[in-house]
């Protein structure tokens, strides 16, 4: 089975930055997409950022022109590259990939990774 391990966040003043990064280990026959997900405090996990394995990518609105994601396939590793951190970005951030095995479509999630942006 995968396994994702998130690292980079942290607290971090408004306008300043913070990178992003997860790496999947385990037994992978072929990752499809890999993405970011938040969670802010008292709120349900949203999307925030995604890329396929061809370089295709989507971001939430809330995000555009601040945070970048990208991937390397052969490390199997993504990041997101946040810039001009505002408070409404504290959340928790979740890594998420998927990956086929024949013709089945599986997923894992990371633990999580506190983003805390002060103002």
């Known amino acids: 089975q995968v396994q994702l391990v998130e690292s980079g966040g942290g607290l971090v003043q408004a306008g300043g930055s913070l990178r992003l990064s997860c790496a999947a280990s385990g037994s992978i026959f072929s990752i499809n997409a890999m993405g970011w997900y938040h969670q802010p405090p008292g709120k349900q996990p949203a999307l925030v950022a995604m890329?396929?394995?061809?370089?295709?990518?989507n971001y939430a609105d809330s995000v555009k022109g601040r945070f970048t994601i990208s991937r390397d396939n052969a490390k199997n590793t993504v990041y997101l590259q946040m810039n001009n951190l505002k408070p409404e970005d504290t959340a928790v951030y979740y890594c998420?990939?998927?990956?086929?095995?024949?013709?089945?479509?599986?997923?894992?999630w990371g633990q999580g990774t506190q983003v805390t942006v002060s103002s």
């Open positions: 998420n990939a998927n990956w086929w095995v024949a013709r089945t479509l599986y997923e894992s």
């Open positions: 890329i396929t394995s061809d370089g295709s990518t």
